[in-house]
């Protein structure tokens, strides 16, 4: 066979081993794969959703009121002031006594009045007056941005260290010049609220506190060459409402907000959401009613969700690890409360903090002047119930340097119960009004009913579940130290 011969016939070996690989490739590709890769849900799925407007509406409600708690919360506190007869901004609430049953705020106290007031910097920046501490009395607070984050201190935690002094609040992007003798506070949003307690010290009354209150300040700065008075309302005589709605409301508080306060960067995401929702600056928020109906049942579950993500944040921070106390301030990992880091704004768990609480320091401090405890079950590890009475024993000398007070919630919406007793709690400055033990010890009882002869030392709960904060005013070493253990809630029946 001739070389020629040879290489003709290897050369049609060759191509017909390639034809033949070819055809196989081909239909192994045809028989295999009739459909792309991916782009598309797997075989026979069908839409799980019938109404996908309906499902975006309730899932972005959901998550629009978990983002806004903080924002919402004050919201809803400057409103309920504002409401009270004679209120509006620059006008200050200062409190004759105690807050009252009928008083409508998360976690609030009996023991310290209260004084509080807003102003809108759109009209221009405004001027507080702090009072120098006396004799008889020192106020202690915060002022706080839309996001109820502080901006500024007083008294001797502020910065003017207790000898009083003018804050100056200016608006966001403020350039005008500013006078001397300020503590100039810029704050980042418009509307701002202020809470303080005015502390009466040795000796003073509860009506030298009140008088000592009245000597705060609070103005334009256009005035502050001769201000007009300040005026003052006693909302004590009045009812309160400022607790978050939970309801469409929800949503429409959000948009009052937004369609004030300027946009952060960390908040662009949900602000490009909302509006597909609706609330958006500058536009009325009006949704058809199927979406409403889904949009108030995303706020509900929202609700039931944030009480479920406490129960799970205060079961996490027990004090005692042999005792069912627990240590209810939770801060970010910088210990203030914003939530925000380098990489995430922790939604969830800003608004687990935010949920129950008002008012946050602006930095927790190791040693925090007041610390707040709460029992997340009783000595026999049960949930508190609606339905039973309790007791705790407060001991003699228990570790507060200044005071310790006992206040009992409703746990659905964080506020006092209503009571014709009018009594959410009691505190150390009762002790002349309460039953004690032989060893110096009070017993403390609540529950739906007065234990028999006991009716002294009763809270009443009115058939709410109860949720209980123990507060220690200037907390001694023997509780940082934990050589003291506050015994457990008792189940009385």
């Known amino acids: 066979m001739s070389t020629a011969f040879r290489t003709a016939v290897l050369l049609m070996k060759t191509m017909a081993f390639t034809v033949s690989v070819a055809a196989l490739c081909a239909g192994s590709i045809a028989g295999a794969q009739a459909e792309p890769i991916g782009g598309q849900p ?77 102003s809108d910097l759109r009209n221009g920046p405004v001027v507080l007056e702090v009072p120098a501490k006396t004799a008889k009395a020192v106020l202690y607070g915060q002022v706080v941005d839309a996001w109820q984050a502080t901006i500024a201190e007083v008294g001797p935690i502020g910065a003017d260290k207790g000898n009083g002094g003018k804050y100056l609040f200016v608006p966001p992007g403020y350039n005008e010049p500013i006078p001397d003798g300020y503590f100039v506070i810029r704050s980042s949003s418009y509307r701002i609220v202020f809470a303080f307690r005015c502390i009466q010290l040795e000796g003073a009354t509860v009506a030298d506190a009140y008088a000592y209150s009245h000597t705060l300040k609070m103005y334009p ?46 908040d662009k995401v949900m602000m490009g959401m909302l509006a597909t929702i609706g609330i958006e600056p500058g536009k009325p928020f009006n949704q058809p009613e199927h979406l409403k109906a889904a949009m108030e049942k995303g706020v509900i579950d929202a609700y039931h969700y944030m009480q479920n993500l406490d129960t799970k944040l205060f079961a996490s921070n027990l004090y005692w690890p042999d005792r069912h106390w627990s240590f209810v301030m939770v801060p970010d990992a910088l210990r ?141 070493e023997a509780f940082w130290n934990k050589s003291f253990k506050m015994p457990d809630v008792e189940r009385v029946n």
């Open 336 to 476: 203030g409360f914003d939530f925000v880091d380098k990489d995430a704004v922790e939604i969830d768990k800003r608004a687990a903090a935010w949920f129950f609480y008002t008012f946050y320091p602006k930095v927790l401090a190791d040693r925090p002047a007041t610390v707040y405890l709460a029992p997340i079950a009783d000595s026999s590890d049960r949930p508190l119930d609606a339905g039973k009475t309790y007791r705790l024993r407060v001991p003699k000398d228990i570790p507060a340097e200044q005071f310790w007070s006992l206040t009992v919630y409703d746990r659905a919406t964080w506020a006092f119960i209503n009571n014709p007793l009018d009594r959410a709690g009691f505190s150390s400055f009762n002790r002349d009004q309460l039953q004690a033990n032989g060893d110096g010890s009070v017993d403390l009882y609540f529950g739906p009913k007065a234990p028999a002869g006991l009716e002294s030392n009763w809270i009443p709960t009115m058939g709410k579940e109860p949720y209980v904060w123990l507060r220690l005013y200037g907390p001694e």
């Open 221 to 266: 700065l256009s005035e502050a060459a001769n201000p007009t008075p300040t005026r003052f309302v006693d909302g004590r005589l009045y009812p309160l409402h400022t607790l978050p709605f939970y309801d469409i409301r929800a949503l429409q508080d959000i948009h009052d907000i937004i369609s004030v306060e300027p946009v952060q960067p960390r």
């Open 42 to 118: 797997p075989p026979g799925a069908k839409q799980p959703v019938s109404d996908l407007d309906a499902q975006v509406a309730y899932q972005r409600a959901f998550e629009a009121v978990l983002w806004a708690m903080p924002a919402s919360s004050i919201y809803r506190l400057r409103v309920g002031i504002l409401e009270q007869p004679g209120m509006a901004d620059n006008v200050i609430d200062a409190y004759s006594g105690p807050l009252k049953t009928i008083h409508e705020v998360i976690t609030g106290n009996q023991v310290t009045p209260y004084i509080a007031g807003a």
